[in-house]
């Protein structure tokens, strides 16, 4: 049985899921200048995920991302490790890192730096733990989420 405010929140996520995604992609790429980076961006992003989650249903959402968020967290360690471990070939301490100014069409010159490496791995760590925990209680304990992922 559909609620009244069914169209109310399919109508309003569109928009605040918009809002949330490119407000976490502005925070991670403020970090390393600004308060931001990777763990906040992480937590805006997961945040917008659950809100299509909660809105349209686990079953359809998984049919248009079919991610699986383990992989991401994965992914996103491995990213966050061997960006500390790339300071080693130019003979530096480990998570030593580096920057400059970059022209980049449409946006102009930016800062950019090696630490952004390092954020990329924990915003990918951040997504792939917080939607792995949430979606795994959510899902009848965990069994559809298990089914889809290959863990039993």
């Not at 605040?16 to 925070?27: K, M, R």
């Not at 995920?49 to 359809?60: A, S």
Request: charged content about 10%.
């Amino acid at each position: 049985m559909k609620q009244p405010n069914d169209l109310i929140l399919r109508t309003t996520t569109h928009l605040i899921a918009f809002i949330l995604l490119g407000f976490s992609i502005y925070l991670f790429f403020a970090g390393h200048n600004a308060p931001g980076g990777g763990f906040i961006g992480g937590l805006m992003t997961s945040a917008a995920f659950i809100l299509m989650y909660m809105t349209y249903g686990y079953d359809k959402i998984k049919k248009i991302l079919p991610i699986n968020f383990r992989m991401v967290a994965v992914t996103g360690l491995l990213v966050a490790v061997l960006s500390g471990l790339g300071s080693f070939v130019f003979q530096e301490p480990f998570l030593s890192h580096t920057s400059g100014y970059f022209e980049i069409p449409l946006l102009g010159e930016k800062h950019l730096a090696t630490a952004m490496l390092f954020d990329l791995g924990v915003y990918l760590v951040v997504v792939g733990v917080t939607l792995t925990i949430i979606l795994s209680i959510t899902t009848d304990s965990g069994d559809e989420f298990n089914k889809d992922t290959g863990v039993s």
